[in-house]
């Protein structure tokens, strides 16, 4: 992986759209101290650390088309985790299935952070992460790039005049038919129930074909194992003694 990189730094040496810049940075997390935002110490040397590891990706727009010849080198089926925050999902499915690849996209680089760190930690060669809005994703990928989507835990977005955010609205969902196989998997998992229910409706406006769905995961003998891998927010609700909503589709 790291091959990839340098042969991209060495190929691109303008790799980055100013626009891109200026958003990755206005949503880096600050700390408020009157009017002056300070980053804390932390955050700011795991941002600059995200920049040399060679398993994480930012700006690089030339991957579009080429994840599997450049960054895993092989022809594996690509899954990607959005919203991945610190990655859990990704590391947990790379170490269960060997022969796929993974790449999980948040645009939280501090967040990110954990998971690459983790990765190169145990020297899981088929998980990469990319620090981007998932707005972008269409430039980060061709049509059928992708074999399979999970979403994990969106930000719900609950008020009506943010409905466009959420990562299940008809746009996102353009985005993601834009770039996933025909009859790919994308996997929703959510403890809430708003969101829920506009995912359900969103779908059956698009036409899209709900392969299982249920409002109580845990309730049932799960369809598949690896539902049982629980993410940090998962944990959380958990904890909190949410229920877990869960639903599967093919967009058409
Ligand atoms: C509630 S957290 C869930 C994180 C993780 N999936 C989990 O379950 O622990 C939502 C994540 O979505 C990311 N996010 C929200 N909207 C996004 C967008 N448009 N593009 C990229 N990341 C986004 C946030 O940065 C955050 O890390």
Redesign the pocket.
């Given at each position: 992986m790291k091959a990839a990189k340098s042969e991209f730094q060495r190929t691109n040496p303008n790799l980055c759209g100013a626009d891109d810049l200026i958003r990755l940075n206005d949503l880096t997390v600050h700390n408020k101290i009157g009017d002056t935002e300070v980053m804390s110490k932390k955050k700011l040397q795991r941002l600059a650390e995200l920049e040399t590891f060679p398993n994480v990706f930012q700006l690089q727009k030339e991957l579009q088309g080429n994840w599997n010849r450049l960054v895993f080198k092989n022809s594996n089926p690509i899954t990607l985790e959005l919203?991945?925050?610190?990655g859990?999902y990704s590391l947990a499915m790379a170490r269960k299935f060997p022969q796929r690849n993974f790449i999980g996209?948040?645009?939280?680089g501090a967040?990110i952070w954990r998971g690459a760190k983790t990765a190169m930690d145990e020297q899981l060669i088929n998980v990469a992460f990319l620090r981007?809005?998932?707005?972008h994703l269409p430039e980060y990928f061709l049509q059928d790039e992708v074999e399979e989507i999970w979403i994990?835990?969106?930000?719900p977005y609950v008020k009506k005049s943010k409905e466009n955010?959420r990562?299940t609205s008809s746009s996102f969902l353009k985005r993601y038919q834009q770039i996933i196989k025909t009859d790919g998997l994308v996997h929703l998992k959510t403890d809430d129930n708003q969101l829920f229910q506009f995912t359900l409706e969103t779908l059956m406006q698009q036409g899209a074909k709900i392969i299982f769905r249920t409002s109580d995961l845990y309730s049932e003998d799960l369809p598949d194992e690896i539902l049982n891998e629980k993410?940090?927010?998962?944990k959380m609700h958990l904890a909190n003694k949410k229920t877990i909503k869960y639903v599967k589709f093919i967009l058409k």
């Open positions: 919203a991945c925050g610190k859990e996209i948040d645009i939280k967040r981007t809005y998932i707005d994990l835990f969106p930000d955010k990562l993410t940090f927010y998962e």
